[in-house]
C-alpha cells in the first residue's frame, strides 16, 4: 500500500543502525536514495548494496552534517544527479556519555552540532528545494531523550529536545507550502551507538523491565513509521512526535 516510486530521498547517517535500515526501507518501497556517511565507508558501501538489491539506484555521499559547506555540497550533489529532493530523513546522530560538572565545552558542541544544528543545516538548504518542487516531507528521528530527560546524557537530551521542537515550529511554518515535517522518537533500539550498554546483561535486563514490549526495539521497527511519515498516508499529519520506544515512555 505504501509506495515512493518516483520520490527521491536523501537520509543523513545512512551506514548503519537506524539510518541504513531506513535507506533499504525506503528502497523496498520504491524510492530512490541518497545519504551521507562521515567515517564509516565500507558500512555506507554495505547499505548501498543492500539499496541497490532492491532495485533502486543509490547514491552515497561523505559529510559532515554539522558543516555548513559539506551540507550544501551534499545537497547540490543530488539535486545534480538526480534533479529533485522529494524527502529528507534526519537521522545522523551521536550519542556519548557526559557528566555535568565534567562534560566538557567540546563535548556540548559536538553532540550539540551533529544532532541539532545538523539537522537545522539540512532542513534550511532542502525546503528551498521543496518550495520549488510545491512540496515534500522532512522527517527527524528525535529521542525518548528528547521527552524525558536522560541522566548523564543531558547535552544529547537537549539536543533532541532541540530536534522535537524544531520539528513543530516547521510543521506549523511550512505546512501551508505543502512541506510536511513530523519526527519519530525512538527509545531503546539495537544499534552500534547503543551496543556497548546492551552488551552489559544487568544493564540490558534494568532496560527491559520498563520496556512493556519486554525487548529492545530494532532498526527496521523505527524504519516503518518513518516510511509511514515519508508516505502519502500521513499527509494530514503535521509537527507530531511519533513514539517508537515498546510503551517505555507514553506522551500523548
Given amino acids: 500500500m505504501i509506495t515512493l516510486l518516483g520520490k527521491v530521498v ?10 541504513a535500515a531506513v535507506a533499504t526501507m525506503m528502497a523496498e518501497a520504491g524510492a530512490t536514495v541518497a545519504f551521507t556517511y562521515n567515517a564509516d565507508k565500507a558500512g555506507a558501501q554495505r547499505t548501498a548494496h543492500r539499496v541497490a538489491r532492491c532495485g533502486s539506484e543509490c547514491l552515497i555521499i561523505q559529510a559532515d552534517v554539522s558543516k555548513s559547506d559539506d551540507v550544501r555540497r551534499t545537497v547540490k550533489t543530488v539535486l545534480g544527479h538526480f534533479g529533485r529532493i522529494d524527502i529528507l530523513i534526519n537521522n545522523a546522530g551521536v ?15 559536538e553532540t550539540l552540532d551533529i544532532n541539532l544544528k545538523g539537522t537545522f543545516l539540512f532542513c534550511n538548504e532542502v525546503v528551498p528545494v521543496m518550495r520549488k518542487q510545491k512540496g515534500g516531507k522532512i522527517v527527524n528521528i528525535a529521542s525518548t531523550a528528547g521527552q524525558r530527560g536522560e541522566p548523564f546524557y543531558s547535552h544529547y537530551a537537549a539536543s533532541k529536545g532541540g530536534a522535537i521542537a524544531l520539528t513543530k515550529a516547521l510543521g506549523a ?7 510536511i515535517v513530523n519526527c519519530v522518537s525512538p527509545g531503546w533500539v539495537h544499534t552500534d551507538m547503543t ?15 520498563v520496556i512493556p514490549r519486554g525487548r529492545v526495539g530494532t532498526p527496521e521497527e523505527i524504519a516503518g513509521p518513518v516510511l509511514f511519515l515519508a508516505s502519502d498516508l500521513s499527509n494530514y499529519i503535521v509537527g507530531a512526535v511519533l513514539n517508537v520506544n515498546g510503551g517505555s515512555v507514553l506522551f500523548g
Avoid at 536523501?10 to 539510518?19: D, N, P, Y
Avoid at 551496543?195 to 523491565?209: H, T, Y
Wanted: hydrophobic fraction near 35%.
Fill in 95 to 109: 550519542w556519548k556519555r557526559g557528566r555535568m560538572g565534567k562534560m566538557t565545552e567540546a563535548q556540548w558542541d
Fill in 173 to 179: 511554518e511550512l505546512a501551508p507550502e505543502n512541506i
Fill in 195 to 209: 551496543a556497548s550498554v546492551l552488551r552489559d546483561r544487568k544493564q540490558l535486563r534494568d532496560i527491559k523491565k
Fill in 10 to 19: 536523501l537520509i543523513t547517517g545512512g551506514s548503519r543502525g537506524i539510518g
